[in-house]
């Protein structure tokens, strides 16, 4: 057993005042502030590759991010006794943004704004033109969506004996089924005609900057775990955080276009990236998702919560279609 306080000491320099749990880490009250310590996985280059494209937030005020810190010996990367690599990183003690509160959205889209402004900045480095760091064109993952989700019919529908779920997706997966082909097929088209636009335009993303990563704090956001960042289309980054808003606020068209409203003030939406952001919209994501669970666990015994959300996905639909040809129409 680990002695972290100890561990952090001893290979940080800092003094730790208080240590307690946090999510999958450790948070350490030092004498140089509050930092989190969390066992790490991946390579060293991946660390140096999130370190320098952080280090373009310095000197911002109303935007943050926890950055990570090297040790005693200058890495960033360190190593226990018994073999177990870790990290530490400034840490924040403000809330997460809450959904509910207009104006705590509202900050934390600028402050994604903010972000991707700034990542546009950045000089591309030719190490990271490494296919973990750069995102693939965004139809291949809709098209093998798709066809997952054809299986799962499939499967579903050769079943005698159906289940409360299975009933309930066999009523609805026609409706949900032509938007994922629609969705596919329009962003395909769009990489075929501005595919060296889009291509170009490639810039880094955060990754998932949902509710959790986004803190709000007095006089500033701090945005944090850029563990899924790469390079790829910055609309991937604000369709994430606006469905996640949007399915908590049931697609309300006033707030969604004040969302957009708030990030164009920063930086403006082209053409080609309004295209991509409608065809995100349109793709069932989290419908896959549901199906896709569903078909890859034990289908003996669905949670009555997997059949809760595909009803609410099904309940939510006009109200989404409304919201994607009101808001985000693309003519």
């Not at 899924?228 to 980054?237: A, S, T």
């Not at 969302?259 to 919209?281: A, C, D, F, K, N």
Request: charged share 30%.
């Amino acid at each position: 057993m680990i002695d972290w306080k100890e561990e952090a000491e001893k290979t940080y320099g800092f003094q730790v005042d208080v240590l307690r749990r946090g999510r999958g880490s450790w948070i350490l009250e030092t004498d140089q502030g509050l930092r989190l310590l969390k066992e790490y996985r991946g390579s060293v280059n991946r660390l140096e590759f999130e370190e320098e494209v952080l280090r373009s937030l310095d000197g911002m005020e109303t935007l943050r991010a926890d950055r990570y810190m090297r040790n005693s010996a200058g890495e960033l990367l360190s190593t226990a006794e018994d073999g177990t690599r870790y990290i530490v990183k400034e840490w924040f003690a403000d809330p997460e943004c809450d959904l509910k509160d207009e104006r705590e959205v509202l900050s934390a889209v600028r402050a994604l704004a903010l972000l991707h402004r700034q990542f546009r900045r950045i000089e591309r480095q030719e190490a990271w033109n490494r296919r973990s760091m750069i995102s693939p064109p965004l139809f291949e993952a809709m098209r093998r969506h798709n066809r997952e989700l054809k299986k799962a019919r499939t499967y579903i529908r050769g079943k005698r004996k159906k289940n409360e779920f299975e009933l309930c997706v066999i009523g609805n997966f026609e409706r949900f089924a032509a938007q994922s082909v629609e969705a596919e097929r329009g962003m395909a088209q769009l990489y075929e005609t501005h595919g060296k636009e889009i291509l170009d335009g490639y810039a880094v993303c955060h990754g998932e900057p949902d509710y959790h990563h986004i803190l709000i704090g007095n006089g500033y956001v701090a945005v944090t775990e850029f563990n899924q960042m790469h390079l790829g289309v910055q609309m991937e980054d604000l369709y994430y955080f606006l469905r996640k808003v949007m399915e908590k606020h049931d697609w309300n068209v006033r707030l969604g276009q004040q969302i957009l409203e708030t990030y164009e003030r920063v930086l403006p939406v082209s053409g080609s990236e309004r295209q991509v952001l409608y065809y995100l919209l349109l793709y069932p994501e989290k419908y896959w998702k549901q199906i896709n669970f569903y078909y890859n666990a034990n289908k003996a015994w669905v949670p009555a919560k997997s059949t809760e959300k595909i009803r609410k996905l099904e309940a939510q639909q006009e109200a989404k279609e409304r919201f994607i040809h009101t808001v985000v129409e693309i003519g």
